[in-house]
């Protein structure tokens, strides 16, 4: 992206910057609002402040990190107003509901194989890809990101729909990469666990 271009006002630059990250920070409000409609207003709010702000941008980070910079503090802003501030500057050691990232039962308690899983995982890379691609089974894991606490649910939207780097995540939010990992971890196995066992009943119907 042409940062001169955009320091000058160039309008075509401009609409491609919002062309190439609008989706995303759609998705990123979205974590952070309590609708869909609240999520599209903080996003147009985000441009106007990069319009307003572009001059100052320093390039100590990308101005994708820049820019989502924005859009978090304008959500959490948001969010204050109703309550509803999302705490990303600590992550705790266990999961926020208090339960082990993984229930004791799906490994095997005693025997030579006493640790391992009880039951086989399944491989995601078995899944044929017109199974994938069925709405239902998109609709499964968006349903189980919607659940997760938030500080799971930012870091696998970054992560895994957004295809952001560790580095990129941790200094986003300002955390350690090894609280980076456990959120995201813990926010796979959740995601994991739902798809399991909406394949199971898949395979049961038949």
């Given at each position: 992206?042409?940062?001169?271009?955009?320091?000058?006002?160039?309008e075509?630059?401009?609409r491609?910057?919002?062309?190439?990250?609008?989706?995303a920070?759609?998705r990123?409000?979205?974590?952070?609002?309590?609708?869909?409609?609240?999520?599209e207003?903080?996003?147009?709010?985000?441009?106007?402040?990069?319009?307003?702000?572009?001059?100052?941008?320093?390039?100590?980070?990308?101005?994708?990190?820049?820019?989502?910079?924005?859009?978090?503090?304008?959500?959490?802003?948001?969010?204050?107003?109703?309550?509803?501030?999302?705490?990303?500057?600590?992550?705790?050691?266990?999961?926020?509901?208090?339960?082990?990232?993984?229930p004791?039962?799906?490994?095997?308690?005693s025997?030579?194989?006493a640790?391992?899983?009880?039951?086989?995982?399944?491989?995601?890379a078995?899944?044929?890809?017109?199974?994938?691609?069925?709405?239902?089974?998109?609709?499964?894991?968006?349903e189980?990101?919607a659940?997760?606490?938030?500080?799971?649910?930012?870091?696998?939207?970054?992560?895994?729909?957004?295809?952001?780097?560790?580095?990129?995540?941790?200094?986003?939010?300002?955390?350690?990469?090894?609280?980076?990992?456990?959120?995201?971890?813990?926010a796979?196995?959740?995601?994991?666990a739902?798809l399991?066992?909406?394949m199971?009943?898949?395979?049961?119907?038949?």
């Amino acid at each position: 992206m042409d940062l001169l271009a955009l320091r000058r006002g160039d309008e075509t630059a401009f609409r491609e910057l919002v062309r190439d990250l609008n989706p995303a920070l759609l998705r990123l409000a979205v974590v952070y609002s309590p609708t869909r409609a609240v999520a599209e207003e903080t996003v147009q709010e985000t441009w106007i402040a990069v319009l307003r702000g572009i001059d100052g941008f320093e390039g100590r980070a990308t101005l994708r990190t820049w820019i989502c910079r924005i859009l978090i503090n304008i959500a959490r802003r948001r969010a204050a107003s109703e309550n509803r501030t999302l705490p990303f500057s600590s992550f705790a050691a266990d999961d926020e509901d208090g339960q082990p990232v993984i229930p004791p039962e799906r490994f095997l308690q005693s025997g030579p194989y006493a640790g391992h899983w009880a039951t086989p995982v399944h491989d995601w890379a078995e899944i044929p890809e017109s199974r994938l691609l069925q709405q239902e089974f998109k609709g499964v894991v968006a349903e189980e990101v919607a659940r997760l606490p938030p500080t799971q649910r930012i870091v696998i939207t970054l992560r895994d729909v957004e295809g952001w780097s560790t580095e990129e995540v941790c200094e986003l939010l300002n955390i350690e990469p090894g609280n980076q990992r456990v959120a995201l971890h813990r926010a796979r196995h959740r995601v994991r666990a739902a798809l399991e066992r909406y394949m199971s009943l898949k395979t049961a119907e038949r």
